[in-house]
Structure formats: structure tokens, C-alpha cells
């Protein structure tokens, strides 16, 4: 499943998270995005794949989890 696919089953299922998420194309902008959506930077988690990639693991304010591979 590529990226455009994962947004789109996101959007499905939860139309407004699918919107915020859906500009969102770095890290930068998605660490710029991730207070003003109650996200606490002390339960981000980056885990590192291999020397150019990562998982990074955003805890919502509702309990659910939001992942992003990052390169």
C-alpha cells in the first residue's frame, strides 16, 4: 500500500484527520502540525529503520496512534 492509498483509507475513516495530514510532506511541517493537534512531543517516538529512514509515532489526544515513515 503506497502513501497516496494510506491517506485515503485514513480520510475515510476519519474525513478531518485525513484533511490535516494530507498537506503534510516532511518532518518539519508535520513537527510544525503536531501541537496545534494536541499532540505531546514527549510521546513522539522516531525509531530508525536503517540509515535513511524512520518511523515516527504520534500519539493523539484521543489514544489512537498516528505513523509516518520519514526519510
Given at each position: 500500500m503506497n502513501y497516496a492509498e494510506q491517506l485515503a483509507d485514513l480520510t475515510a475513516t476519519d474525513p478531518h484527520l485525513g484533511a490535516q495530514v494530507a498537506g503534510l510532506?516532511?518532518?518539519e511541517a508535520i513537527l510544525k502540525w503536531a501541537p496545534g493537534a494536541g499532540v505531546a512531543f514527549a510521546g513522539i517516538d522516531l525509531l530508525q529503520q536503517d540509515e535513511y529512514s524512520y518511523d515516527l509515532f504520534l500519539p493523539?489526544?484521543?489514544s489512537r496512534w498516528?505513523?509516518?515513515g520519514v526519510s
Open positions: 510532506r516532511n518532518l493523539l489526544p484521543d498516528l505513523t509516518f
